[in-house]
C-alpha cells in the first residue's frame, strides 16, 4: 500500500481525539445522556476505512443525515432529518449563490401528544442558520416520517416545537427536539497555530527551491505549513528548453472557426506562443498559435483527418474527448498510440457519430499542456434541422482557470505534478482565452451558449445576473426552491450535455459545470441592459471552519433596446420532449432496477506526509463538501506531490486498483457500475469520472432515481456520494476511464477495459 499505513497509524490517535472532540461538543452523540443518536444507528456499511482514511472509517450517513436529540421536555423522543438530493440536471444541485439544496426527510418517533406539553395542538419543524435567523417553517411534523421540503443553508439547525397551530409561522412553544447539520461541526483550526514546522532535512528537499504560491485572499496560512513546498523540481516552459526571448515569440491570435466537410483535412500544429494576460508576459502552448485552438466544425455522420504536428518541446498527443471513434485515434499515449515526440507528426482519422459540442486536448502531462493552453472545441452540426429549439445565434465557450504569481505563471512539477491532493485550482478565469468575456445582442435575442469546463480541477456554477434588476443579489442567500423565481437570475433552458439531448429541456437557474463536461443551454434577453456572467459558489475557509461565498465575473452581455429581427420566445419558454431520445434510451430500461455488475470505489492512499498536512486534515475530515468549490488551502495542496499522493479507483469485488483492474466486455454488452466516493478517504473531495470511447446513463445519485436522462461521457461524483451509471459497450478497442482533475490522472486515478468485437 505504498506505505500509506505508516501515516495512518500516526494519524490514529489524534484523528480519534479530534472527531471524539468535535462530535461531543457538536452533539453529533451523547447530547442527553444515554443518546446513540439514529443516524449512527442507521449508518451504512462503511467503504474503505484504513485505506488511505482514519482506520475507525466513517459512513457516508454522516454528511446526509442529522439526529435530532430530545429536550427534557420531551423525554425519551429521538428521530433524524435525511439530507436528500434534489433531482436536477447536473451532478450536484446547487442555488444560483452555490448552496447545495437538501430535500429534507424527519424519521421522529416517542413524542408525547402536544397538549401534555401545554396548550399547543401540533409539533412544528423549523430550520435556521447557526446565528438563528431566519427560523424557517418547515412544516408539521408528528412520530413517522415526514417530508419538510428543501433547504439551502451552508450550516443550520433544525428545531421541533410544540405549537398551538399548523399555522404558526415564528416558533413561540417549547423546544421538543433538535439538531445540526453535519457542515455545522467544523471548528477553527487555532489549535494548529502551534504546529510543529514543516521544514524538512536537507536531504528532503528538491534540488531548487521553488517560490511560494500566492496565497488565498483573506485566508492567512498556518504557521506549520509555511515552509511546506513540493519534493519535485520546479519547471516551466521557459526551463523545458532553449526558448528564444518573449518577444520573439509569436504571438497567439484569437480562436477561429474550420468548418470543415466529410472528408476534409487539417494541419494541426502544437506551438509555442506569447500571450500578455493580467500585465503578466507568459510563454504558453497553442494549437495553430489560437487561444483556444481552432474551433472545428463538422456534420453529423462525416469522417475528417487531421493531419497533428508536435511543435512543443514536450511528447504529446490529441485525445478527440466525448467521440466514439476508432480506438486507435483516441490519442492516449502509451495506450492507443506512441507519444509524439517533439518534431514528429500523426494523422488522426475521427468519425463524428454524435450531434454536440466536444473538445480536443492532450493526455499526456496533462495538468502542464492543458493548462498551457493546448485545447481547443469541436462543433457537431445535427443533421437533423429541428435537433435544437430555434435560435437568434450560437456561441461556443470554454471556461478555464489559470494560475499566476506576480511574475507569471506558477511553475509545475518536472519529475510529477504537483498540487496532487485537490488539484491545481486557477486564480484567474478564461473564457475562449481571455480575461473577460463580452457579446452584444439584440433585446429579445435567445442565444444558445454550448459550454465546455477546460479547467484541471475548478468546478463551475455559472448563471447569467441581471445588473439592472439591482445589481448583484445577496451572497449569502440561505433558504431556496430551485422552482422560485430569482429577480436576479436569467431562466436558462437546459437543452444537451455531453453527447447529446436530455429527455425533457429543463429550466435552471445556474449550471454546474464539472471539468470536461459540457452543457448546451439556451438564455432569453429579453430586457436591454448588462447582463454578468458570473461563477458564484460557496467554498471553505477551512481554518475558521466557515463557509466563504467566492463571485467571479467571467464576462458580460449588453443588450440593446432595439427589438431582434426575429422573435423566439414563444418556442423558448416551450420546455420539448424528445421522442427520439427517450425511444433510444427505453431499450435499456429494463436494466435500470438490476443489481451492478461491478463497483468502483473512488479513494486516495498517501505516504510520507508532512506532519503539518496530516493535522490539518485531521481537522477538515470531520467535514467535507459535496465539491471542493475553490482553492483555500494552496500551500499544502501546492506541496503534495506523486511521492506522497495516490488518488485510486477500487474494484470493490477484487480490491484491485487503477490499472490492475481488469474488465473485458463485448461489443453489444450493457454494463451497470456502482461508483462509491469514499467518505473514510484521507482526503474526500468530488471526481469527474471520464469514460473514453463509449457513452452512458447516470441512473441515480445516493439513490435518488434520475428522473431525465441524457447521454453523457463524464459524471460529477461529489464527495461521500453513491452514483449509479448504466454503460453501453458499443465501441471496440482499449479504453481509459479515469479522473478528469488533471493532478488526479498523473497520481494514477486511471484504468483500463477492453471491448472485443462482437462475433459474428
Known amino acids: 500500500m505504498r506505505g500509506h499505513v505508516r501515516v495512518q497509524v500516526r494519524l490514529s490517535a489524534l484523528v480519534a481525539a479530534v472527531v471524539a472532540w468535535l462530535a461531543t461538543a457538536a452533539g453529533v452523540a451523547g447530547q442527553l445522556p444515554g443518546s446513540t443518536g439514529s443516524c449512527e444507528a442507521r449508518a451504512a456499511e462503511t467503504r474503505g476505512a484504513g485505506e488511505g482514511g482514519p482506520p475507525t472509517g466513517r459512513p457516508a450517513t454522516d454528511l446526509h443525515c442529522i439526529s435530532l436529540f430530545s429536550t427534557a421536555r420531551a423525554g425519551d423522543a429521538q428521530g433524524l432529518v435525511e439530507l436528500g438530493r434534489v433531482p436536477s440536471p447536473f451532478g450536484v444541485t446547487v442555488t444560483p449563490t452555490g448552496h447545495h439544496v437538501r430535500e429534507l426527510t424527519a424519521h421522529i418517533e416517542g413524542l408525547p401528544p402536544p397538549s401534555a406539553l401545554g396548550p399547543y395542538t401540533v409539533y412544528m419543524a423549523w430550520a435556521t442558520p447557526l446565528e438563528l435567523a431566519p427560523v424557517v417553517p418547515l412544516g408539521p411534523v408528528a412520530n413517522g416520517e415526514h417530508g419538510l421540503g428543501r433547504v439551502a443553508f451552508n450550516k443550520f439547525l433544525v428545531l421541533v416545537s410544540a405549537e398551538a397551530s399548523a399555522d404558526a409561522e415564528t416558533r413561540e412553544g417549547p423546544l421538543v427536539l433538535r439538531g445540526r447539520s453535519p457542515s455545522a461541526l467544523m471548528e477553527a483550526h487555532d489549535l494548529l497555530a502551534l504546529a510543529p514546522s514543516a521544514t524538512r532535512r536537507a536531504a528532503d528537499r528538491a534540488p531548487a527551491r521553488w517560490d511560494a504560491p500566492p496565497g488565498y485572499p483573506g485566508i492567512p496560512m498556518l504557521p506549520g505549513v509555511m515552509d511546506l513546498e513540493p519534493r519535485a523540481r520546479p519547471a516551466s516552459l521557459e526551463s523545458a528548453t532553449n526558448l528564444p526571448t518573449w518577444e520573439n515569440l509569436p504571438e497567439a491570435a484569437e480562436r477561429q472557426i474550420v468548418d470543415l466537410p466529410g472528408g476534409g483535412t487539417l494541419d494541426l500544429e502544437a506551438t509555442v506562443v506569447r500571450r500578455e494576460i493580467g500585465g503578466r508576459r507568459l510563454a504558453m502552448l497553442a494549437f495553430n498559435g489560437q487561444h483556444p485552438g481552432p474551433l472545428i466544425r463538422v456534420p453529423e455522420k462525416s469522417t475528417i483527418f487531421v493531419n497533428f504536428t508536435n511543435r512543443t518541446p514536450y511528447p504529446t498527443a490529441v485525445h478527440w474527448h466525448g467521440i466514439r471513434l476508432e480506438n486507435r485515434f483516441d490519442g492516449v499515449p502509451g495506450l492507443t498510440q506512441d507519444p509524439v515526440e517533439p518534431g514528429e507528426s500523426f494523422q488522426y482519422r475521427i468519425y463524428f457519430r454524435d450531434a454536440g459540442v466536444y473538445w480536443y486536448h492532450p493526455h499526456h502531462r496533462e495538468d502542464v499542456q492543458q493548462e498551457l493552453g493546448l485545447y481547443g472545441n469541436l462543433l457537431v452540426d445535427p443533421a ?377
Open 384 to 760: 437533423s434541422a429541428d435537433y435544437y429549439g430555434p435560435a437568434n445565434r450560437e456561441e461556443v465557450l470554454m471556461i478555464d482557470d489559470i494560475l499566476f504569481d506576480e511574475n507569471g505563471l506558477v511553475d509545475f512539477g518536472e519529475e510529477s505534478a504537483n498540487y496532487m491532493l485537490m488539484g491545481r485550482f486557477g486564480n484567474r478565469a478564461l473564457v475562449n482565452g481571455e480575461p473577460v468575456y463580452a457579446l452584444n445582442v439584440d433585446r429579445g435575442e435567445v442565444v444558445r451558449f454550448h459550454l465546455t469546463n477546460a479547467s484541471n480541477t475548478r468546478t463551475f456554477n455559472l448563471s447569467f445576473v441581471d445588473l439592472e434588476r439591482g445589481g448583484i443579489p445577496d451572497p449569502d442567500q440561505r433558504v431556496a426552491d430551485p422552482d422560485v423565481e430569482d429577480p436576479h437570475r436569467l431562466p436558462m433552458k437546459v437543452v444537451a450535455s455531453d453527447v447529446g439531448r436530455f429527455e425533457r429541456e429543463a429550466w435552471a437557474r445556474s449550471v454546474v459545470l464539472a471539468p470536461a463536461e459540457r452543457y448546451v443551454i439556451d438564455v432569453r434577453f429579453d430586457r436591454p441592459g448588462t447582463h454578468a456572467l458570473v461563477n458564484h459558489v460557496q467554498g471553505i475557509n477551512h481554518r475558521q471552519g466557515v463557509f466563504r461565498a467566492e463571485f467571479w465575473t467571467l464576462g458580460t452581455v449588453r443588450v440593446a433596446s432595439q427589438a431582434a429581427v426575429h422573435d423566439h420566445g414563444a418556442a423558448f419558454e416551450t420546455l420539448r420532449e424528445h421522442a427520439d431520445v427517450i425511444a433510444d434510451i427505453d431499450r435499456y430500461r429494463t436494466r435500470f432496477d438490476a443489481e451492478p455488475d461491478h463497483e468502483l470505489v473512488m479513494t486516495l492512499e498517501t505516504e510520507d506526509l508532512p506532519l503539518a498536512i496530516e493535522r490539518s486534515m485531521a481537522y477538515d475530515w470531520v467535514y467535507f463538501n459535496p465539491v471542493e468549490w475553490t482553492g483555500t488551502m494552496p500551500r499544502m495542496n501546492w506541496a503534495s506531490t506523486g511521492r506522497e499522493i495516490r488518488w485510486v479507483l477500487r474494484e470493490a469485488s477484487t480490491g484491485r486498483v487503477n490499472e490492475e483492474i481488469e474488465w473485458n466486455f463485448t461489443v453489444g454488452d450493457v454494463v451497470k457500475i456502482r461508483v462509491v466516493n469514499d467518505r473514510g478517504a484521507f482526503h474526500a473531495m468530488q471526481h469527474p469520472l471520464h469514460i473514453h470511447g463509449q457513452r452512458f446513463l447516470v441512473l441515480s445519485r445516493d439513490g435518488i432515481p434520475n428522473p431525465n436522462l441524457v447521454w453523457k461521457d463524464t459524471v460529477l461524483l461529489p464527495a461521500a456520494s453513491t452514483t449509479d451509471i448504466l454503460l453501453e459497450l458499443s465501441n471496440p478497442g482499449r479504453w481509459m476511464i479515469h479522473c478528469h482533475i488533471a493532478e488526479h490522472l498523473e497520481s494514477g486515478m486511471k484504468m483500463v477495459m477492453n471491448v472485443a468485437d462482437a462475433p459474428p
